[in-house]
T-cell receptor, first 110, second 115 residues
Framework: SQQGEEDPQALSIQEGENATMNCSYK?????LQWYRQNSGRGLVHLIL?????REKHSGRLRVTLDTSKKSSSLLITASRAADTASYFC??????????FGKGTKLSVIP | NAGVTQTPKFRVLKTGQSMTLLCAQD?????MYWYRQDPGMGLRLIHY???????AKGEVPDGYNVSRLKKQNFLLGLESAAPSQTSVYFC??????????????FGPGTRLTVT
């Protein structure tokens, strides 16, 4: 069964706008990760946030985690056409296995 | 570094045929995984391995077998392919977890069609 559920399923924005996607999960975790998948490619790791962290930044990415609500959000600021991809959250409860959500498909229109 | 590579990239099988997908990683990672990705379903874990000579079942293991005879290779076998196994298969690897090193590294995928 899927652990993470992303929302929205699809998002279309203009270049330069910010994109926010959300992830909800059901059970306790020790880390939550976000991955990007360009069309026809494998997934690429973007950022990891541990369960004792509330916010983390990496370049134009900002991730928040609210363990009381079992939810996370990924913000991409000043989006570019190259950000067009599917974005997946993945939750980890141990030292290796991850459970992936179904993804948010982001389209950035030039 | 090639990272994670998968062979083949594409394959068409007839129902009942068998095949083996090969995954190789050159990062000396302990853990390796096989996922399948279907439209609207995200990634689902088929089998995984925590070290050479060990394998374990994931979420959707039925119809598949795996072997990890060498640390750098993880093989996924379909003994008797079924149309329900039409999917894109991804292999991934990850190092022994320490600090923030929980991320997984993915191969480019194998697109399998079973007719």
């Amino acid at each position: 069964s899927q652990q993470g559920e992303e929302d929205p399923q699809a998002l279309s924005i203009q270049e330069g706008e910010n994109a926010t996607m959300n992830c909800s999960y059901k059970t306790s975790i020790n880390n939550l990760q976000w991955y990007r998948q360009n069309s026809g490619r494998g997934l690429v790791h973007l950022i990891l946030i541990r369960s004792n962290e509330r916010e983390k930044h990496s370049g134009r990415l900002r991730v928040t985690l609210d363990t009381s609500k079992k939810s996370s959000s990924l913000l991409i600021t000043a989006s570019r056409a190259a950000d067009t991809a599917s974005y997946f959250c993945a939750t980890g409860a141990g030292s290796y296995q991850l459970t992936f959500g179904k993804g948010t498909k982001l389209s950035v229109i030039p | 570094n090639a990272g994670v590579t998968q062979t083949p990239k594409f394959r068409v099988l007839k129902t009942g045929q068998s095949m083996t997908l090969l995954c190789a990683q050159d990062m000396n990672h302990e853990y390796m995984y096989w996922y399948r990705q279907d439209p609207g379903m995200g990634l689902r874990l088929i089998h995984y391995s925590v070290g050479e000579g060990t394998t374990a079942k994931g979420e959707v293991p039925d119809g598949y077998n795996v072997s990890r005879l060498k640390k750098q290779n993880f093989l996924l076998g379909l003994e008797s392919a079924a149309p329900s196994q039409t999917s894109v298969y991804f292999c991934a690897s990850s190092p022994r977890a320490s600090g923030d090193r929980y991320e997984q590294y993915f191969g480019p995928g194998t697109r399998l069609t079973v007719t």
